[in-house]
């Protein structure tokens, strides 16, 4: 059940998963995903996910894209992210992906980001229209795919994820599909929770 507030009270950006969740999660869940995965298999869920991303999207009056909805809290989001909009969860979407690609890139070339990366740092600011937004997202799409490092999955070197902890270029690679995933299944509980009650 979904349902709208002015002001809900949430966590603040960066609680974090409940600590069982994130045990789950960060030992079991993700771990199975990454064995069914190959580099290919990965790019191919993240396109998948982003052209059912952009079908919600297109699917919603341009005046629905900025109606922010709480939605019930489901396994891999933070309560802070429970009271988005389509805008700003695609807005997350950018943000994540511009980063997420600048990390698999520097691994796959040998290189350790410098910065540590926060789950606060990704949040949506609201400063974009909804057509940057979606232009944005549509970009990051079509931005060709990154080749496949020439070594072995678990070989090269890692940079720190805030749940996962130290993970390589591959791993990272296959949250940028499963990242969209989590937030297409928001984005469908955002459309549930607008729809006016009959």
Partial sequence: MTTQEAHPKLQAPGGGLPWWELLVVRHIIFPRTVRRLTWEAADTLFQDEGKRVLAIWDALPADRLGERILIRRFGGIEDSSRFWSVAMTVEHLNI?????????????????????????????????????????????????AIPEPPIACGVGPRYAHPWFGPIDAFRWHCLLGVHQQIHRKQLEGIIVGSKPKS
């Fill in 96 to 144: 994540v992906g511009r980063s997420l690609r600048r990390v698999i890139t520097a691994l796959r070339n040998g290189q350790v980001p410098d910065i540590v990366a926060r789950v606060e740092d990704v949040k949506p600011k609201g400063e974009q229209t909804p057509d940057e937004v979606r232009a944005e997202f549509f970009h990051l799409l079509a931005d060709a």
